[in-house]
């Protein structure tokens, strides 16, 4: 073994150490989901070049 390569032993258990973590920092606000706008109505009926190659119901490969 190298030197390094084993973590020293802790005196506090990670529990408490979480609960200090979070006791000191606080906990972070989940970010809002961006959502994009809406088209202007004059480009609404325009297709995308997905929609003109795979048609409406199917999606790019690796998307869900």
Excluded: C, Y
């Amino acid at each position: 073994m190298s030197k390094g390569s084993r973590p020293r032993q802790s005196i506090v258990s990670q529990e408490e150490l979480a609960a200090r973590h979070t006791e000191i920092f606080g906990k972070k606000e989940p970010k809002p989901r961006w959502v994009p706008p809406p088209l202007p109505e004059d480009m609404q009926g325009i297709k995308s070049s997905f929609e003109q190659q795979l048609g409406t119901n199917k999606l790019p490969p690796g998307r869900t």
